[in-house]
């Protein structure tokens, strides 16, 4: 009766679970990306500067994101390095496209193939982790920097086959006309340059940045829900143990050699996802867009977020994006109009080597990046919102490196 007494009544503990998930930093994150990603339409409806150009960015951008939580599994979770996670992207792309256009019609087969996308996306996924689970196995014996360098030439391999296959992919020209994705019914309105709401039955999407942007939110969404399970199960703390120490994880009797595999193919088939919507989303997938630079801006993205916290990594892989493909391509007529406005018009024009104010900014744009990616990196080297075990990990590191420096000292 006495011990009864003493324990706190149901509704009080559901309370104080409830209470401490809000408290939980990760928790609160996914509850502000959520209110972000359903606000950010409405609010961007009738803008001066066009939501039609935000939410298609923004569509565009949670491309990024799965590329982000695909590397993120392998790189953050199981701690390999992967340099070629682009060869992946581009595996899904192509397969979509070369399945969902007429580019197949001028191949040797001379047949072209329309298959739905809602088929190809995941037969994308498939064929790009049967690629990752090919890359590895010649790999698991590797580490590190050795790893690091295999993976890197796959990915310069992949879309170098791309480009000088043209018979089959289009080469350097490219694979245009790709069918875009079809629903039974949507609603459809100003936003997609229709006059009045209404409902459209059947609904081709056809470049509608409302529609892909709900269905990247739905894939999006999709993924966390997948990732999330991965790392508390049984995988998932397989991957940290090796990530951690392999030999000891081995000692315990993990299997290393499956465990990896499966982490390169589950990581390559989120980026076989993104690349079939990559395709389906731009109606265009060339070679160039595979190149090394995409597989750096994704380990950027997870490094600069957290590596190892999901929530984390879609907020780095959201800011680089914007970043690159919003505020640097924006700074230099910004530069201009706040020149104009503060009286240093004449900084904007041309005078013997002087380019002008927005031509020079132009040519430091990338510059400008790297000093960001600088600064973030020396305020917050385990990243924006780094996973509870990185970030003590990196705390005991600092810590026994003051300590011996302060042992140093006194000797």
Same mark, same amino acid.
Request: glycine residues 10%.
């Given at each position: 009766?006495?011990?009864?007494?003493?324990?706190?009544?149901?509704?009080?503990?559901?309370?104080?679970?409830?209470?401490?998930?809000?408290? *939980?930093?990760?928790?609160?994150?996914?509850?502000?990306?959520? +209110?972000?990603?359903?606000?950010?339409?409405?609010?961007?409806?009738? &803008?001066?500067?066009?939501?039609?150009?935000?939410?298609?960015?923004?569509?565009?951008?949670?491309?990024?994101?799965?590329?982000?939580?695909?590397?993120?599994?392998?790189?953050?979770?199981?701690?390999?390095?992967?340099?070629?996670?682009?060869?992946?992207?581009?595996?899904?792309? !192509?397969?979509?496209?070369?399945?969902?256009?007429?580019?197949?019609?001028?191949?040797?087969?001379?047949?072209? %193939?329309?298959?739905?996308?809602?088929?190809?996306?995941? +037969?994308?996924?498939?064929?790009?982790?049967?690629?990752?689970?090919?890359?590895?196995?010649?790999?698991?014996?590797?580490?590190?920097?050795?790893?690091?360098?295999?993976?890197?030439?796959?990915?310069?391999? @992949?879309?170098?086959?791309?480009?000088?296959?043209?018979?089959? &992919?289009?080469?350097?020209?490219?694979?245009?006309?790709?069918?875009?994705?079809?629903?039974?019914?949507?609603?459809?309105?100003?936003? =997609?340059?229709?006059? *009045?709401?209404?409902?459209? #039955?059947?609904?081709?999407?056809?470049?509608?940045?409302?529609? !892909?942007?709900?269905?990247?939110?739905?894939? @999006?969404?999709?993924?966390?829900?997948?990732?999330?399970?991965?790392?508390? #199960?049984?995988?998932?703390?397989?991957?940290? =143990?090796?990530?951690? $120490?392999?030999?000891?994880?081995? =000692?315990?009797?993990?299997?290393?050699?499956?465990?990896?595999?499966?982490?390169?193919?589950?990581?390559?088939?989120? #980026?076989?996802? =993104?690349?079939?919507? %990559?395709?389906?989303?731009?109606?265009?997938?060339?070679?160039?867009?595979?190149?090394?630079?995409?597989?750096?801006?994704?380990?950027?993205?997870?490094?600069?977020?957290?590596?190892?916290?999901?929530?984390?990594? +879609?907020?780095?892989?959201?800011?680089?994006?914007?970043?690159?493909?919003?505020?640097?391509? #924006?700074?230099?007529?910004? +530069?201009?109009?706040?020149?104009?406005?503060?009286?240093?018009?004449?900084?904007? $024009?041309?005078?013997? $080597?002087?380019?002008?104010?927005?031509?020079?900014?132009?040519?430091?744009?990338?510059?400008?990046?790297?000093?960001?990616?600088? &600064?973030?990196?020396?305020?917050?080297?385990?990243?924006?919102?780094?996973?509870? @075990?990185?970030?003590?990990?990196?705390?005991?590191?600092?810590?026994?490196?003051?300590?011996?420096?302060?042992?140093?000292?006194?000797?």
């Amino acid at each position: 009766m006495n011990q009864a007494a003493k324990q706190p009544p149901r509704s009080g503990l559901g309370r104080l679970r409830l209470r401490e998930r809000f408290r *939980d930093r990760d928790t609160a994150l996914y509850g502000i990306l959520l +209110i972000v990603a359903l606000v950010f339409p409405a609010a961007t409806l009738y &803008t001066q500067e066009g939501s039609t150009y935000l939410i298609s960015l923004a569509g565009h951008a949670g491309t990024y994101v799965l590329l982000a939580i695909g590397l993120n599994v392998v790189v953050g979770f199981a701690g390999l390095l992967d340099l070629g996670y682009a060869a992946f992207f581009a595996i899904g792309a !192509y397969t979509y496209a070369l399945f969902a256009s007429q580019q197949l019609l001028a191949s040797p087969i001379h047949h072209a %193939y329309h298959f739905p996308f809602w088929l190809m996306m995941f +037969i994308g996924l498939l064929i790009a982790a049967s690629a990752g689970a090919i890359l590895g196995f010649p790999t698991l014996r590797l580490r590190g920097d050795y790893l690091a360098i295999v993976t890197l030439g796959f990915g310069e391999i @992949v879309p170098n086959v791309f480009y000088n296959l043209d018979q089959w &992919t289009g080469g350097i020209n490219a694979i245009g006309g790709i069918d875009q994705p079809v629903l039974p019914a949507w609603i459809t309105g100003p936003w =997609a340059g229709a006059n *009045d709401i209404a409902i459209v #039955s059947p609904f081709n999407f056809s470049f509608d940045p409302i529609a !892909y942007y709900v269905l990247i939110f739905v894939l @999006v969404a999709g993924a966390i829900i997948l990732v999330n399970n991965l790392q508390r #199960s049984r995988l998932g703390r397989a991957w940290m =143990a090796i990530r951690e $120490d392999e030999v000891a994880a081995a =000692a315990m009797g993990i299997n290393t050699v499956t465990t990896k595999l499966l982490a390169f193919a589950i990581g390559a088939s989120f #980026s076989g996802f =993104a690349g079939a919507y %990559y395709g389906a989303s731009f109606g265009l997938v060339s070679p160039d867009d595979f190149l090394f630079l995409v597989s750096i801006t994704v380990l950027v993205m997870i490094v600069l977020g957290g590596m190892g916290n999901i929530p984390g990594v +879609i907020i780095g892989a959201i800011s680089i994006y914007f970043i690159l493909n919003w505020f640097l391509p #924006s700074l230099p007529p910004n +530069i201009e109009s706040l020149a104009n406005t503060f009286g240093f018009g004449a900084l904007n $024009d041309r005078n013997g $080597d002087w380019p002008g104010l927005a031509n020079a900014t132009q040519r430091l744009t990338l510059l400008i990046f790297g000093l960001i990616l600088v &600064t973030m990196m020396l305020l917050r080297p385990q990243g924006l919102f780094p996973s509870r @075990v990185r970030e003590q990990e990196l705390k005991h590191a600092i810590g026994l490196e003051d300590e011996a420096a302060i042992e140093q000292a006194h000797a």
